[in-house]
């Protein structure tokens, strides 16, 4: 197999390692908004803040705040944003909103229970899968590896920084905060150190793998052999 065609196989698993990720994220931020009750993460707190206040849909107000943050960060880095980050800023808020009107909330205060910490998992393999590929970060990634690199802060730091600023502000318009919320901002992280490798190790198996059939595929037939 040819380099090109090497490339173009890897690509597109790439690829959809990108898209799958995405996908698996929007179910997961979609599952905890389910029961809201017990809180959400601190952005979604933000983006179904701006719904209640100002209508529209949780995933729209998902997309213009990450337009917004993508508008900012280019301008101040001086550089045009990666395609990853327009499609990550534009399909994360399609598939909340997908999944929103897909899945019905539950009952009972055990299911409430079982589907946030269920979704809070889903979360964090989305963005594990999604990140994987290193396509191109999402909109608030971007953000906060800007702000990182002009303070001189470090990540995790500027990261929960972040997240508190938002978290307060969506409180303000009403967005659903509690336990859940603080759950998600101290543990997703940790949760996403264990998906992220995981992924990582599925995306190289899978381009290993392909360039092992291709090696077979590629070698000559011998017409009397035993092997």
Same mark, same amino acid.
């Given at each position: 197999m040819t380099y090109v065609k090497e490339k173009k196989r890897e690509n597109f698993i790439r690829w959809s390692f990108f898209f799958i990720g995405l996908v698996i994220l929007g179910l997961g931020i979609s599952m905890t908004m389910q029961v809201k009750e017990f809180g959400i993460?601190?952005?979604?707190?933000?983006?179904?803040?701006?719904?209640?206040?100002?209508?529209?849909?949780?995933?729209?107000?998902?997309?213009?705040?990450?337009?917004?943050?993508?508008?900012?960060?280019?301008?101040?880095?001086?550089?045009?944003?990666?395609?990853?980050?327009?499609?990550?800023?534009?399909?994360?808020?399609?598939?909340?909103? @997908?999944?929103?009107?897909? /899945? =019905?909330?539950?009952? +009972?205060?055990?299911?409430? #229970?079982?589907?946030f910490i269920s979704g809070t998992f889903v979360i964090a393999l989305g963005i594990g899968v999604y990140v994987a590929p290193d396509i191109g970060a999402g909109p608030r990634d971007s953000l906060m590896l800007l702000i990182t690199k002009a303070t001189g802060w470090n990540v995790s730091t500027v990261r929960n920084g972040i997240e508190i600023i938002v978290a307060v502000a969506g409180f303000a318009l009403g967005g659903p905060v509690g336990a859940g919320?603080?759950?998600?901002?101290?543990?997703?992280?940790? @949760?996403?150190?264990?998906? /992220? =490798?995981?992924?990582? +190790?599925?995306?190289?198996? #899978?381009?290993?793998?392909?360039?092992?059939?291709?090696?077979?595929?590629?070698?000559p037939v011998r017409a009397n052999h035993h092997d």
């Open positions: 993460g601190p952005w979604d707190v933000f983006h179904y803040g701006l719904f209640l206040k100002l209508g529209l849909t949780v995933g729209t107000w998902s997309i213009i705040a990450g337009l917004l943050i993508v508008l900012t960060s280019s301008v101040l880095q001086k550089m045009w944003p990666q395609v990853g980050t327009i499609l990550n800023m534009i399909l994360i808020g399609v598939f909340i909103d @997908f999944f929103n009107w897909l /899945l =019905p909330e539950p009952e +009972t205060l055990i299911m409430q #229970l079982l589907i919320t603080v759950f998600i901002a101290l543990f997703l992280g940790t @949760f996403v150190g264990y998906t /992220l =490798p995981q992924a990582k +190790t599925w995306l190289q198996f #899978l381009i290993m793998k392909g360039d092992m059939y291709e090696d077979i595929y590629q070698r």
